[in-house]
């Protein structure tokens, strides 16, 4: 469990969110909720960075869906929850919460690239303290074409991402168009299933 000045760093980076959400409720056991509690009392949750990344809101467990269409892709029989989300539908999930807690590992499901990666030492308080403040999620902090979308005038809602159209092309704003979240996630894993 990281100290609070550790989890001070993420707000350091990223702010408090705007707007503010309800935190999810990940856990099961008390103590796991207590200690979540502290956490979500530093950092908060919903959206930060003008709206390209979501984290730790009640809404997120609606996205689990998602996990389901990478069904052939995500090892069977593991107990997942999401709990964050990029601009382009990259989506942060806890594994095991229910017998881990915030040790939960924590993976990333990148739907452009169609992969799933778990990270040694990856769980709620490393998350907070050195992942996302030292942007070490491959490509999960990327905002440059998100940047120039919302430069230009762009707004998602929240349900939508800016997906990718073609894998084969660059990943540019040219390359990206608005999309419903669940329904990328199920194009995109129905495009590596065939």
């Given at each position: 469990m990281s100290s609070e000045p550790e989890i001070s760093i993420f707000t350091h980076h990223f702010g408090r969110p705007d707007p503010a959400v309800p935190p999810g409720d990940f856990f099961a056991d008390k103590?796991?909720?207590?200690l979540w509690r502290m956490m979500y009392d530093?950092?908060?949750?919903?959206?930060y960075l003008d709206g390209f990344l979501y984290l730790?809101?009640?809404?997120?467990?609606q996205l689990n869906p998602a996990l389901d269409a990478w069904g052939a892709l995500l090892p069977a029989g593991?107990?997942?929850?999401?709990?964050?989300?990029?601009a382009?539908?990259?989506?942060l999930v806890a594994e095991?919460?229910?017998?881990?807690?915030?040790?939960?590992?924590?993976?990333?499901?990148d739907p452009a690239a169609g992969t799933y990666t778990t990270f040694e030492g990856l769980d709620f308080a490393?998350?907070?303290?050195?992942w996302l403040p030292e942007d070490l999620l491959p490509g999960f902090l990327q905002p440059e074409?998100?940047?120039?979308?919302?430069?230009?005038?762009?707004?998602?809602?929240p349900n939508e991402v800016l997906a990718l159209r073609s894998p084969e092309a660059p990943f540019t704003l040219e390359n990206l168009a608005a999309e419903d979240v669940l329904a990328y996630h199920r194009r995109m894993a129905a495009r590596r299933a065939s």
């Open positions: 103590f796991d909720k207590s530093e950092v908060g949750a919903g959206w730790f809101g009640a809404e997120l467990p593991v107990e997942r929850v999401v709990i964050g989300r990029n382009y539908g990259m989506l095991h919460t229910t017998e881990e807690g915030t040790d939960a590992p924590i993976g990333l499901l490393s998350l907070l303290s050195d074409p998100y940047v120039t979308f919302r430069a230009g005038g762009g707004q998602l809602p």
